[in-house]
């Protein structure tokens, strides 16, 4: 098997390998508090968060879903996603960024050889960033593919454009789909300074404005032909899916945690008590106190069903994985997930009112949060989660399988 490009870390500051959950969470701490320092400036100027995105991965968290065998920390399902909630309280951008990184691990665990496991894995666990070539923008939907990788003379060449390009233009590996000459859709992994790789930074949405998730176009991109995986069978027992969504549900419930303590903070320093509430602070407001503790129940609801969702993962064995434990996990996973989108948006609405017209004063940045959740959750929309749980518990219908359940 040929080398993936390696980049290894300076000898002076390389990649920490991260041995328990509570080292995962200490470091996860120590990458919030410094996103959080310039959130509001970064969210306003789109300035990127790559001394965060650094230390995020210098500190080891990049690797720690690798296996031990391969090197990696071998951590929980649970560890990870509270990794993942932790920093997004701090800056959901920053948050999203390694979200493909993760769920690309999760692919090489389901559908990778061992040879191709330890190449990639290696990279990782060094510090290099995995980085999606997303779904194209103009197809019909997201799972319909255009590009392809065909067979040449001298070897096989990748075309095509992609869109919402999450962590690619930080990353070390660039990983997209393609249709090969037998039209069946594979995955490629190809170093981020391929020859005909071409990231344009052209993502103007109105939250997650820091994730960079613009397009790829790739211009007979040359692909190791022993990087390439096939895309699973969509009937085949997969928890790519349930860890793909539980992250996504970590980001929202980050989301919420950023905006309801942000709220808390500003109505104790910075709002006015309504006029007939007869207090001298808003936080005595007794309507007030009501309102945030049943959004704080809700918070709180959101964060419980996220941790049973992870421990759900944790306890598959995956030699014993099978359409039922698949189907169960994404189940449980979307049940989080509607909690999650819930809260994010309604805790980040609520700060506005909570704060009266001043909360709306671009210095305080207090719009990013609600910016940022209804970005982020119209990902996959609930509407759809809602379905799936209902079918399934009503008839016994099994989600279908792919990313997005």
Known sequence: MSDIAIFPWPPSDPAAIIHSDEQAIQAAKAVAALALGEAVVRDRERIYPLEALELFSRSGLGSISVPRVFGGGGLSYRTVMEVFRIISAADPSLGQIPQNHFALIQLLLDEGSQAQQQAIFSAVVQGQRLGNGGP???????????????????????????????????????????????GEAVMAFMPRKSVGLEIVDDWSGIGQRTTASGTIHLH????????????????????????????????DAGIARGAFDEGCEFIRRHSRPWVDAGVERNSDDPHLQADVGRVYIELVAAESLLRRAASTLDAIDPALLDAQNAAYASIVVAEAKVLTTEIALKASEKLLEWGGSRATLGEHGLDRHWRNARTHTLHDPIRWKFHAIGNYYLNGQLPVRHAWI
Do not use: C, W
């Not at 065909?150 to 233009?169: E, I, M, P, V």
């Not at 991109?221 to 990087?227: I, P, Q």
């Not at 895309?231 to 970590?250: H, T, Y």
């Open 136 to 182: 194209e923008k103009n197809t019909r939907h997201t799972r319909e593919v255009t590009a392809r990788l065909r067979q040449h003379q001298d070897g096989l060449r990748l075309s095509g454009s992609k869109f919402y390009s999450t962590g690619a233009l930080f990353a070390d590996i660039i990983v997209t789909t393609a249709l090969n000459d037998e």
């Open 220 to 251: 007979e991109v040359r692909v190791d032909a022993a990087l390439v995986i096939p895309v699973p069978a969509g009937d085949k027992p997969s928890l790519r899916g349930p860890v793909s969504q539980l992250i996504q549900a970590a980001i």
